[in-house]
């Protein structure tokens, strides 16, 4: 794969326009066709000004990567082609070096939401986020991230109960139906069809290309990773069960003798599981579902509900139910992130927020989102236009007015305390009497009526008086992004969002802990009979807040765009595209910015880019940047009024100087690439030619040695053969002599040999036959003698032969066995299991004998060789088996280390005099081990020691004892099944010295330390020491129980463990 190509400028092989600040001409056209032709690219990032706008490529792009970090990293945000990365970068050194609070704002439809609790299908995005979600991310004074707080906007609890055509619930639904257990399916008293739940729309309930079961394991793997136990997720889980399960409840009507309408509930078996699921009393929910009861100052009117305010009270139930359950994962999450210390923190806000929304039907949540954007697009306009004037100031630009479309006409329309949108909905909920949509409709059509951007059936702003283009129940909003139709029909209801205080005091009399937490208002002692707010005011403050917070801090702006609904990739729908430009504001944006300078840089980057259009600062300036700039534009003659000189930049009025200056730039890079291309061609050849040279001088000096050292060789081997042939001659000659002379010698001596031989054979004849006859008279004696015994034999043998044929085989046979046992003995060592084969059947009992005594035997022998404490040592390393075979990882690699106890030598060092003078028993452990700090996870060496009665910790360097625990008050010790030397020892509650919690060491002798400990504590208490082997439990650290976690991970520093702490209520310990 070819290296990426490195750019050095924003302005460097551009495709298309990088700043939309510099489009030429400016307009919607020329906008989305410049869009798409960087997207056609891969280039996904354009700038207008500071403002980065991100085109969804929906597909793996190589522009992440590490090395892509490093290469926008301290770089400046103009230096480099469009990227996140240098928006990113520049936010970050400005929260550090200049001590500037920093805010990112998301809007648009990015299509990247992962919440599976706040997220949904809609009919434009498979995922998309159903709330506005604000995190400030907090910094240390060195720019070290130390945690974080996240607020969330309006969820569309709505939802919960409804969903439009096409549409999903929220996904944490179905996710559970189709990627839990049976066991947990059960246990929640679920089922797996989605049919099954009116809550549940049918005809969108599978989504292509997205995996709910999978996905539900990841929401399971990414809770535990936040700190979230498992009953904590459990209950989650139980809440979510009893919103679905809610929606199966249904009401009949039913009269009574009063003739007033009462509702019943269908089939109680729901209402059954719901109340075994929230652990609520049944009489009391149901009872909640069908009546009301008002309080007025000491009166309480107790009324019934009919079939329709029954299930009004359902839903709003099950939608408080979820809101608040979605508020509370918030908060959760919040105390896992947050910083743990309280020094002076920097801030960098992240708002991702909902983007305009015109749908179909366009209803309350459509409103309540538009108002915020419409705020959000005024806070743009106002910092956007603030920065630019600052910049004119700082650069000592002269500043003129820009002329833009203030949206603060609509957002006083909406949000005017008097008249506006929201009030006069607030005052229609509050007022006596009957409301309906219809008469918060005729108030708007009084009140708003004059207004320019208002519109209705009956508004005068229409065409004619009564403006038939417009349906009825409908208003209209004439919105900074375009026009949106709004029914009216569900504002009065959802902006009360008003749930029964009979159902809350019945949630909150759950036997289950987090609903019961839901509903504090619930609470007998602590009733209000105040109004609570409506969704609208609640939503402005929020809203107030959050731009009073934004005005704080210095923005930076992320456009996104989807390029096309079907999330496909080289797809680019232009009529999508041209409605979110529209409803983002992005002209307006690109006209405020290029009102005043369309380009602006600073000196050195200028004169560096373009000196080589002028001799005078080509290839070198001497003076100033700014001298440099000067000179450059003089000499080519730039009208005046196209450029003006700031402080440290020029800023450029019209893109068409900026593209002059590029083409004079590249025509000359032309040239100036001619120039070198010949100078290095002569270079390369004048090397070239000289190398030559060079090479043959060398290769005929080289030949020349060759040739000489070859005529040596030869000269020097043929006078070595003439030397061997005249060596050869000599040699044989000689030979020849010697020969002569032995043959000589060896005649003399081979007729003496056979004299003396002749004379030899003649003596031996003589003694043979000499021999010959005495040995015959032997012969027949012999022969006789054997004659008598043979017959003396033949007598005996014909009485006994079998019986002694018999024994004497039987013997032989067993003398055989005991010489081959004595040769096939196995070692001394009495875990030798070998024992030679038994060789014949008779012998089984007896073979099986011999190797029960000769085993007891061995025993005795190794046994008689142990001292006393080898004795004792050897019982404890029994007790270890007992303990800790094939349960602790760890234990193998003990059993062949001694147990020696005292590792320090205490009574021996003089270093711990102090330390030996203040104990007074016998010392059974003295070992340095690690002891866990239970605030950061981090160690600290400590001298533990045990005695008889109890279990010490001493500094090891000044050998202070810095804690004394009883034996009696030690109630059990916990570790992993891993390979790591991690245990916790806990303490008795109650107990003096548990004032701190318990304790967390980690020992390179934890086994033996363990056994000593149970062994000790068995004999002093009489009572066996609990021992815990799993990995994960818990440990008291002061008020708190915090989880220890024990985690495969690839460990940094080799094969050693290593603690962190997570959170507050997570230790994880990560073992090789």
Known sequence: MAKMEVKTSLLDNMIGVGDMVLLEPLNEETFINNLKKRFDHSEIYTYIGSVVISVNPYRSLPIYSPEKVEEYRNRNFYELSPHIFALSDEAYRSLRDQDKDQCILITGESGAGKTAFGNAKTVRNDNSSRFGKYMDIEFDFKGDPLGGVISNYLLEKSRVVKQPRGERNFHVFYQLLSGASEELLNKLKLERDFSRYNYLSLDSAKVNGVDDAANFRTVRNAMQIVGFMDHEAESVLAVVAAVLKLGNIEFKPESRVNGLDESKIKDKNELKEICELT???????????????????????????????????????????????????????????????????????????????????????????????????????????????????????????????????????????????????????????????????????????????????????????????????????????????????????????????????AMWKASHALIKSLFPEGNPAKINLKRPPTAGSQFKASVATLMKNLQTKNPNYIRCIKPNDKKAAHIFNEALVCHQIRYLGLLENVRVRRAGYAFRQAYEPCLERYKMLCKQTWPHWKGPARSGVEVLFNELEIPVEEYSFGRSKIFIRNPRTLFKLEDLRKQRLEDLATLIQKIYRGWKCRTHFL?????????????????????????????????????????????????????????????????????????????????????????????????????????????????????????????????????????????????????????????????????????????????????????????????????????????????????????????????????????????????????????????????????????????????????????????????????????????????????????????????????????????????????????????????????????????VPTCKRKNNRLLEVAVP
């Not at 409301?435 to 209705?456: G, I, M, R, Y």
């Open 279 to 505: 652990g609520i009393d049944q009489s009391v929910l149901e009872r909640a579902f069908s009546f009301r009861t008002v309080e007025a100052k000491q009166e309480k009117v107790s009324t019934t509900l009919n079939v329709a305010q029954a299930y009004y009270a359902r839903d709003a139930l099950a939608k408080n139910l979820y809101s608040r359950l979605f508020s509370w994962l918030v908060n959760r999450i919040n105390e896992s992130i947050k910083a743990q210390t309280k020094v002076r923190k920097k801030v960098m806000g992240v708002l991702d927020i909902y983007g305009f929304e015109i749908f179909e039907d366009n209803s309350f949540e459509q409103f309540i989102i538009n108002y915020c954007n419409e705020k959000l697009q005024q806070i743009f306009i106002e910092l956007t236009l603030k920065e630019e004037q600052e910049e004119y100031i700082r650069e000592d630009i002269e500043w003129t007015h820009i002329d833009y479309f203030n949206n603060a006409i609509i957002c006083d329309l909406i949000e005017n305390n008097t008249n506006g949108i929201l009030a006069m909905l607030d005052e229609e909920c509050l007022r006596p009497g009957t409301v309906t949509d219809e008469t918060f409709l005729e108030k708007l059509n009084q009140v708003c009526a004059t207004h320019q951007h208002f519109e209705s059936r009956m508004s005068k702003c229409s065409r004619f008086l009564n403006d038939t283009s417009l349906p009825h129940s409908c208003f209209r909003i004439q919105h900074y992004a375009g026009k949106v139709l709004y029914q009216v029909e569900g504002f009065v209801d959802k902006n009360n969002d008003l749930l029964y205080r009979d159902l809350s005091q």
């Open 691 to 1055: 190398l030559m040279k060079k090479s043959q001088i060398v290769i005929a000096a080289w030949y020349r040695r060759y040739a000489q050292q070859k005529r040596y060789q030869q000269t020097k081997s043929s006078a070595l053969v003439i030397q061997s042939y005249i060596r050869g001659w000599k040699a044989r000659k000689i030979l020849r002599e010697l020969k002569h002379q032995k043959r000589c010698k060896e005649a003399v001596t081979t007729i003496a040999a056979y004299w003396h031989g002749t004379q030899a054979r003649r003596e031996l004849k003589r003694l043979k036959e000499e021999a010959r006859r005495k040995h015959a008279v032997a012969v027949i004696w012999a022969y006789w003698l054997g004659l008598k015994v043979r017959r003396e034999y033949r007598k005996f043998f014909r009485a006994n032969a079998g019986k002694k044929i018999y024994e004497f085989t039987l013997q032989r046979i067993v003398q055989k066995y005991f010489l081959e046992m004595k040769n096939k003995m196995p070692s001394l060592s009495p875990i030798d299991k070998n024992w030679p084969s038994r060789p014949y059947l008779f012998l089984d009992s007896t073979h099986k004998e011999l190797k029960r005594i000769f085993h007891l035997w061995r025993c005795k022998k190794y046994r008689d060789q142990f001292t006393d404490q080898q004795k004792l040592i050897y019982e404890e390393k029994l007790e270890a088996s007992e303990l800790f075979k094939d349960k602790k990882a760890l234990y193998p690699s003990s059993v062949g280390q001694p147990f020696q106890g005292a590792y320090l030598e205490i009574n021996k060092n003089p270093k711990y005099k102090k330390l030996k003078d203040a104990i007074e028993e016998k010392i059974i452990i003295a070992e340095v081990v690690n002891k866990i700090n239970r605030a950061n996870g981090k160690s600290t060496s400590r001298i533990f020691l045990l005695t008889n009665n109890n279990l010490l910790l001493a500094d090891q360097k000044s050998g202070q004892i810095k804690s004394e625990v009883p034996l009696v008050d030690v109630t059990k010790v916990s570790m992993s099944s891993q390979n790591d030397g991690f245990f916790a020892v806990h303490l008795k509650e109650g107990s003096e010295a548990a004032s701190k919690g318990d304790f967390l060491f980690s020992s390179d002798h934890l086994i033996e330390m363990a056994t000593k400990l149970y062994r000790t504590t068995l004999s002093q208490t009489k009572q066996k020491l609990n021992i815990e082997i799993s990995d994960e439990f818990l440990v008291q650290f002061r008020q708190d129980k915090v989880c220890v976690k024990f985690i495969q991970g690839n460990q940094k520093n080799g094969s």
